[in-house]
Every structure is written in structure tokens, then in C-alpha cells.
């Protein structure tokens, strides 16, 4: 089960809390908490929220909010608070506390979760939407062993991110980059985090009178008198403070993004002139009066008894209650709370669409069916096979005559970077003697290329059978394994190691937006001439990102097999 509470804090006392406006108008408050209880099943790049894996078998969320910030609605009896269901079509359960926030056991009885099983009961913080990589979270959880476990988003953890190295002196040493999202343990804070997971066969310990603990240094405390293991673990994921103004625009717009209705709907007792437009979804209150040659674009919420004057224009904002836009006003990525507004000092904030929860990242994307992502992998396949089967008899030859002629494995497997920078292991038939990579780093003195890749004429590591492999690109052979695997694929840029990425921070992204090939422009093209390698590399390899087609393909082919024919006659 999963519970979201919305805590009470300072800001209230002043009345500028975001949170307790939101939630005292029905429009935006049933937008808030549909967005917060909502369990999605969308992909984790996708425009979800917030969604936690199936097997944490989570079933309908509960949210608690202070009865004196939610608003009128139907109600249900709930022993000693108020439980009401959100104007929503299959809207979130809504506990409206008073004093200290009761677990509603029933509950979790109706989701499966019996207290005293082996399962999680979920709290999570009603302040912050946080989007997280549930997926290592699942593998986290599984393998921690403690009682309670704090769970924080933290943006600095994503994949496709760098971090710089700093020596003691504060000099630059180098750079981390991470290209899958991560998680680490850290110290436990005395603030509630953005969700904490509890085993049910706990939670009896936990409650007080079947309440939480009202403060999260109080729930420290009990955990320790009852001898219970608390974690604290960041992962990798962004969040939005619903208690500032660019956060809490951006929930709205994401969960307005997904409700059916794309164009506004009008309720009880509301005026809309047919003169005005409107662009998008936008939901409104009751009782909205809206004058002629007014323009509203969506995503945008108007709450109940607001009047928009005549020519205003409204983009991407919500308007409180009683508020009334003046004439000609343009109000763009803004929170009118209330009709006290200031409208000489509206200054125009940060757009809310920077605050996305997950952007497309650093790699050029390609539509799903396009050449690049469908044909070009169905093609790979087709040809690997063809390949394996054809030279089946031949990779049988070449591996007794590996075996037979140099001690070691028959195989070579080095770890590479493909897609998005996802580590597979790259074939090869083996060509030097074992542990000819420990050796590299003496011999790199006399490398005859420039850049972080090694190589050098009579390299003394490779055997007899091992150079007739190379020449002839034999040893390349059981890359088509990896392709169909989906590490590789027949053209593309070279496959590199992490080492090697991690020193070309410019480029790399571009190369690893799709999969490294067995051969490539880089290879039909350079020149090999002194200190130009590297630089053919970036050039050729970018170049092949950016002038990917069907056409490119089978000219790197038809070029790469006129090569491999020379080659091989040129050995005898």
C-alpha cells in the first residue's frame, strides 16, 4: 500500500503555502491528488510522475491531507476522520486528518497487504512529486536487509550525466561519467524523505495507536527503542517541490497532459462567451465568467467564481478562486492565488517546461519504425545469421587451431560501451597471448596513434595464427554473436571502451546514440596517417550519426568487403 501525506509546515502559518491553496479548490486540488495517488505503468522516460514495479504490490494509494486544507466533497465515515473520494473517475482514497495521521488498516487489508506480512508499506512525502528508477529501486530493496528503508530521488545519481574529479588542491583531476542510473547509501536525516518503505511484519511497532510518528525524528527514536534497522538510500530520479511555483505548474501541466478531454468542458452556473478560444486542455471551475476575445491556452486550470475580462490572455497557468484577470492581461506560467493579486508586479517566471522530469538526454533519437530503429535491426539480424551459418566450418577450424597453438581461452571478451552506453562484452577470436592487457600500459610509449586507442606495427603480444587473423579480419567473426544480441550492429561506429569514452566528452554521445558496428565509415576511410587517427575517428564516426541511412549502410558494405577480399589475397 501506498500512503502520501501531506504534512503540515511553517509556511502555513503565514498563509503563502502553495500546497494548502491548491488543495482548497476543487479544480486544482483533484488534479493535485489524482496526480499523487495515481500508480503509473509507464516507462520511466515517459511522462509518468511518479510509479512504483508491480511486484511491490502497492495497490490504490491513500492520501492524507490536514482537514482544514481540503476541500467540501462527498464524504465516508472512517472512524474518527474523514475519508472522501476526488471528483476524478476512480480518484485517489482521502483521509483529512486533524492531529496526528492514522494508518487506515482496512486499507491494506483490501490491497492484500496484511499487517504482519512480508511486504512494504509505503509512505511517501505529499510535498514532493519525485520520479525515481523503480527498477533499481526493486533491486535495492531486495537486497538491503533493514526493517525501514528512506528513500530520496537525487538528480546528481541519472545516468547520462558527468561529474568532475576534483584533487585535494581542488584542481580539475577528470571527469565520471555515468550512462545508467544509480543508487548509494547515505546517512539518515531528521526530515521526512520522498518516500519510506516499511515491512508490514513491522508496522505494528512502528504506529503509535495506529498513528505515525508525527515527526520523522520521532520515528528514528522508535525505531531504535524497538531494535528496528533503518536505511537511508538515494537513487537516481528528479523531483518537483510542489510548494514553489515552477514545480507545482509543471505537476499540473503533466497531469492535465493525460486526462481524455482535450478541450475544456462547462460546468454549472458558467458564462464562456463564444468569442473567446480556447487552445488545449484547460479545466474549469464553477460559476466562471469569461468575456469576449479572451484566449486560453492549456494546460491551464481556472478554479471556481474567476472571471477572465475581456481580451486577457491566459497560457500554461492556474487562477485561484474569486480571482479576476484584468482586460488585456497576459498572464504566461503563473499561480494566481487569489484575488488580492497584484497585477502591476506580475513579472513572468521561469517557464515551467524546463522543469521536466526527464529529458530526452544527450543522444539523437530516431522515430520507432524509422530506418534506423526497426529496418536497419531486422536487417542486422537477417545477415548475422546468414554469416554464422556460412562460416560455421571455419570459426570450428580457427578455434582448434587457437587452442592447439597458444595456451588461454579460445575467445577474447572485452568490455565495450553500445547504445546509450550500456557495457556488453565484445567477441573475438583470441589474438594475443593472455594478459596482453596488462602489458598495453608499458607498451603505450611507442603507440604510432594519437588519441586514447593503442596500436603499434609487430605489437610483440600477438601470435603467429593471431596476426593472419587480423589481417583478414577473421577474428571479427564472432562479433556477429553481439549483433544478435542487440549489442551490435554490422555498420556503425567503432565499439570503445569506458576508458576511452570517458576522455572524449564532446563527441561520445553522439556515437553511442546508436549501436557500434563490426565495421564502420572510420574503418573504410582513415588514412593512418601520423597524429590524424584520432581526429579521422571523431570526424567519421559523428559523421556516420549524422548521415545515417540505408544508403550509407551499403556503401560502408560494399567498401568493407572490397577490403576484406584484398586483404586476404594479399596474404598469399
Not at 303 to 327: L, Y
Not at 552 to 564: E, N, S, Y
Amino acid at each position: 500500500m501506498n500512503m502520501i501525506v501531506i504534512h503540515r509546515n511553517s509556511a502555513d502559518k503565514s498563509g503563502e503555502s502553495l500546497l494548502r491553496f491548491a488543495l482548497a479548490d476543487e479544480p486544482v486540488a483533484g488534479v493535485i491528488l489524482d496526480g499523487l495517488c495515481r500508480c503509473s505503468d509507464k516507462d520511466i522516460r515517459g511522462d509518468s510522475i511518479l510509479r512504483f514495479p508491480a511486484k511491490l504490490n502497492l495497490g490504490k494509494a491513500v492520501c492524507a491531507i490536514p482537514k482544514e486544507w481540503a476541500v467540501e466533497s462527498c464524504e465516508l465515515s472512517h472512524e474518527n476522520e474523514s475519508v472522501r473520494q476526488t471528483s476524478f473517475d476512480d480518484g485517489p482514497n482521502v483521509i483529512r486528518y486533524r492531529g496526528k495521521v492514522h494508518v487506515p488498516v482496512e486499507f491494506l487489508r483490501r490491497a492484500g497487504l496484511n499487517v504482519g506480512s512480508d511486504s512494504w508499506f509505503v509512505v511517501s512525502n505529499g510535498r514532493f512529486a519525485a520520479q525515481i528508477n523503480v527498477e533499481l529501486l526493486y533491486k535495492v530493496l531486495a537486497g538491503v536487509r533493514a526493517d525501514v528503508v528512506a528513500v530520496n530521488a537525487e538528480p546528481g545519481l541519472l545516468g547520462e550525466r558527468e561529474k568532475v574529479r576534483l584533487t585535494t588542491q581542488s584542481k580539475v583531476a577528470g571527469f565520471r561519467r555515468a550512462y545508467s542510473d544509480s543508487a548509494e547509501f547515505t546517512f539518515v536525516s531528521t526530515q521526512w524523505p520522498h518516500h519510506l518503505f516499511i515491512k508490514t511484519n513491522v508496522l505494528d511497532r512502528i504506529l503509535v495507536d495506529d498513528a505515525l510518528p508525527q515527526s520523522f525524528s520521532a520515528l528514528i527514536e522508535k525505531c531504535r527503542s524497538k531494535a528496528l534497522t533503518l536505511r537511508a538510500v538515494n537513487v537516481g530520479g528528479t523531483v518537483l517541490d510542489l510548494e514553489t511555483e515552477n514545480g507545482l505548474l509543471y505537476f499540473c501541466e503533466s497531469r492535465l497532459s493525460e486526462i481524455r478531454n482535450s478541450k475544456y468542458e462547462l460546468r454549472e452556473s458558467s458564462t464562456i462567451s463564444e468569442n473567446s478560444r480556447f487552445i488545449g486542455k484547460v479545466l474549469l471551475g464553477k460559476n466562471i465568467h469569461i468575456d469576449p476575445k479572451v484566449i486560453v491556452v492549456g494546460p491551464t486550470i481556472i478554479a471556481d467564481n474567476a472571471r477572465i475580462e475581456r481580451g486577457a490572455v491566459i497560457n500554461s497557468s492556474i487562477i485561484g478562486p474569486e480571482v479576476c484577470v484584468p482586460k488585456n492581461q497576459i498572464v504566461q506560467s503563473r499561480i494566481i492565488k487569489g484575488p488580492q493579486y497584484d497585477w502591476k508586479r506580475l513579472v513572468r517566471p521561469k517557464s515551467s517546461r524546463s522543469m521536466s522530469l526527464r529529458s530526452d538526454g544527450p543522444f539523437r533519437l530516431w522515430s520507432k519504425f524509422s530506418y534506423a530503429r526497426f529496418l536497419k535491426r531486422i536487417t542486422d539480424c537477417i545477415a548475422a545469421v546468414m554469416v554464422l551459418i556460412l562460416f560455421a566450418p571455419v570459426m570450428l577450424f580457427v578455434a582448434l587451431v587457437i587452442k592447439l597453438t597458444s595456451p588461454g581461452p579460445v575467445f577474447y571478451k572485452d568490455r565495450r560501451q553500445g547504445l546509450h552506453g550500456k557495457m556488453f562484452n565484445c567477441l573475438k577470436f583470441r589474438t594475443m597471448v593472455t594478459g596482453a592487457d596488462k602489458i598495453q600500459e608499458k607498451l603505450r610509449i611507442v603507440s604510432q596513434v594519437d588519441g586514447p586507442q593503442f596500436k603499434m606495427t609487430d605489437d610483440p603480444r600477438i601470435n603467429t595464427v593471431g596476426r593472419f587473423l587480423r589481417e583478414t579480419y577473421i577474428d571479427e567473426i564472432p562479433q556477429f554473436f553481439n549483433v544478435l544480441h542487440g549489442q551490435m550492429s554490422i555498420v556503425g561506429p567503432r565499439p570503445s571502451p569506458e576508458s576511452e569514452n570517458t576522455l572524449c566528452p564532446f563527441w561520445r554521445d553522439a556515437r553511442l546514440s546508436v549501436r557500434p558496428g563490426i565495421t564502420g565509415l572510420w574503418q573504410v576511410y582513415r588514412t593512418r596517417q601520423p597524429m590524424r587517427d584520432f581526429q579521422e575517428w571523431i570526424q567519421y564516426d559523428i559523421e556516420y550519426v549524422r548521415n545515417l541511412s540505408l544508403k550509407m549502410d551499403l556503401f560502408i558494405c560494399w567498401k568493407t568487403a572490397k577490403k576484406l577480399v584484398g586483404n586476404f589475397i594479399n596474404q598469399f
